[in-house]
């Protein structure tokens, strides 16, 4: 059956209706994703910003405490309470320990004496690139001596 002129008309611009909708949907759609995006871009300027002032020189360190749970070369990750946390130990780090069990007293020690379990509070810095680097470590007690920590 052979369409009339206004059902053709009214085809076409039902055609052209429903290809705007779309249009603006997909505008839309895109718009918010930006919106969405720029929010988050912010909050990680912030993020930087905030790890560019810790690694001032006016910030000596920051401190972390925990149990010995990895050592991969010269960097050694603790955990306290589920988390961990990896932190690269330079040569040169000065390392001290207060294991009453070694002596007592204060006394100084090798990055190859730290070992897995022992309970470390380690003053790191954290580099421009992000990076956590140890500044000083102190073992406050040894693969499972002294207090407990999760």
Same mark, same amino acid.
């Given at each position: ?5 206004? &059902? $053709?008309?009214? +085809?076409?611009?039902? @055609? #052209?209706?429903?290809?705007?909708? !779309? ?26 910003? &905030? $790890?560019?002032? +810790?690694?001032?020189? @006016? #910030?000596?360190?920051?401190?972390? !405490? ?26 040169g780090v000065k390392i001290t320990s207060f294991i009453p069990s070694k002596g007592g007293g204060q006394q100084n020690l090798k990055f190859s004496e730290i070992k897995l379990g022992d309970n ?31």
């Amino acid at each position: 059956m052979p369409r009339s002129e206004k &059902e $053709i008309n009214i +085809l076409i611009l039902l @055609i #052209v209706v429903i290809l705007v909708v !779309f249009l603006i949907g997909g505008g839309l759609g895109i718009l918010y994703q930006a919106k969405k995006d720029s929010a988050k871009i912010q909050e990680a300027e912030k993020i930087f910003a &905030e $790890i560019k002032n +810790l690694s001032s020189d @006016i #910030v000596a360190s920051v401190s972390a !405490f925990g149990k010995v749970s990895a050592i991969n070369g010269r960097d050694i990750t603790i955990s306290y309470v589920g988390k961990m946390l990896t932190i690269n130990v330079e040569e040169g780090v000065k390392i001290t320990s207060f294991i009453p069990s070694k002596g007592g007293g204060q006394q100084n020690l090798k990055f190859s004496e730290i070992k897995l379990g022992d309970n470390l509070n380690i003053g790191f810095k954290i580099n421009e690139n992000g990076k956590l680097t140890a500044q000083t470590i102190l073992v406050l007690s040894s693969g499972g001596s002294g207090f407990p920590i999760q």
